[in-house]
């Protein structure tokens, strides 16, 4: 603050020295002199006040960062990127909004654009222009070029949690070759569900190395056989039918539903379906139980669910006590069975402020 009102001083000087009118002449012809106290009460506080303005505005231009060709940003909802003149964006997942003062052109088309965004577009701010991508979905993974700024929301931040359950080990990115392959922006499949459940559980070891009958699933696919047969055998899911041959049509690449994930947590959390529980009314039956909030409960019921709603799921039921009188979290339990690293929980968790829906 010292080296801001410093700073302002001198400018207020300069502009002083340069003759900048900021208020009437106090002076008169009997008296052209200007009066010391004007100056001190009138002068100098609008010289600074005007020299602050200025300050404010070059700062503001000094935030703005140069991304070489390629770099690539994990995005929030409600995250504003301002782009400078030859400056380009390109978005690799999820939802955007364009607006601007001038033109930006769609280097795929070749036509000016506003509004919505295309995923896999190229968007080119022309000469004095002024771009601002406003992120409009959960989370958006995009590539840039040239100067630009990051104007960050107080959202949800799912990336944060992502990669905090990352450190953890329990969740994993896929194939795909950007956003960490966390694929926040796409519907979880019932296979990926799965998976972590198991995790949250404590036995994706023990499911590795389950033997399973590589024939008796029709939909999985080999590096998740051991996962299904096990948690088919363990009775902690169920096929979608069966075959004339008797064999399990699971349903790998089938959408996962909100309740069907919180059924999962449920049961990882130690509540008994049928009894604690019941699959049709599981996000209700969560909120009574003290695993999710109403808001939650809302979202969940009025939006898609997402692979970025896994993620905070999973992450909240953490901290949620397992079922029994005096439970513990289930980062306690998972803990005491070594599935995690509590110290490397901790820490991953520390650094997050969040606050739930």
């Given amino acids: ?192 569900g799965l998976v972590l459940f198991l995790r949250l559980m404590g036995e994706e070891q023990a499911a590795l190395s389950y033997p399973g009958n590589p024939i008796f699933f029709t939909d999985v696919p080999d590096w998740a056989l051991s996962y299904v047969t096990y948690a088919y055998d363990k009775g902690y899911t169920k096929g979608q039918e069966i075959t004339p041959q008797w064999q399990v049509v699971f349903g790998s690449e089938a959408p996962l539903a909100a309740g069907d994930y919180t059924t999962f947590l449920l049961r990882a959390l130690g509540y008994t379906e049928g009894t604690d529980f019941h699959w049709e009314s599981a996000l209700t039956d969560a909120q009574t139980l003290g695993v999710l909030t109403q808001g939650e409960v809302s979202a969940l019921t009025q939006k898609p669910f997402l692979r970025a709603q896994t993620v905070y799921l999973s992450y909240f039921a953490l901290s949620a006590k397992t079922a029994g009188e005096g439970g513990a979290p289930l980062l306690d339990r998972l803990a005491a069975a070594g599935a995690i690293d509590r110290a490397i929980a901790e820490k991953a968790m520390s650094g997050l402020e969040l606050q739930r829906m």
């Avoid at 953890?168 to 795909?176: A, N, V």
Wanted: proline share 5%; hydrophobic share 40%.
């Fill in 1 to 192: 603050m010292k080296h801001r009102k410093a700073l302002a001083l001198l400018l207020a000087g300069a502009l002083f020295c340069t003759g900048v009118t900021l208020a009437a002449d106090p002076g008169s012809s009997a008296d052209p002199l200007i009066a010391l106290g004007w100056l001190k009460r009138t002068f100098i506080p609008n010289a600074v006040s005007q020299a602050e303005e200025r300050l404010d505005t070059r700062m503001s231009e000094l935030e703005f960062s140069v991304a070489p060709t390629g770099t690539e940003l994990r995005v929030k909802k409600g995250d504003v990127l301002r782009l400078e003149s030859g400056a380009a964006l390109t978005p690799l997942a999820g939802e955007l909004s364009l607006s601007a003062a001038g033109a930006v052109i769609d280097v795929t088309t070749g036509e000016e654009h506003a509004g919505p965004v295309s995923v896999n577009h190229r968007y080119l701010a022309a000469e004095q222009t002024k771009a601002a991508f406003s992120v409009t979905g959960d989370t958006a993974v995009v590539r840039l070029s040239g100067p630009y700024q990051l104007s960050p929301s107080n959202e949800t931040d799912y990336n944060a949690l992502a990669d905090a359950m990352k450190a953890m080990g329990l969740f994993k990115g896929t194939d795909t070759p950007y956003g960490s392959g966390y694929d926040l922006e796409l519907a979880p499949t019932r296979l990926q």
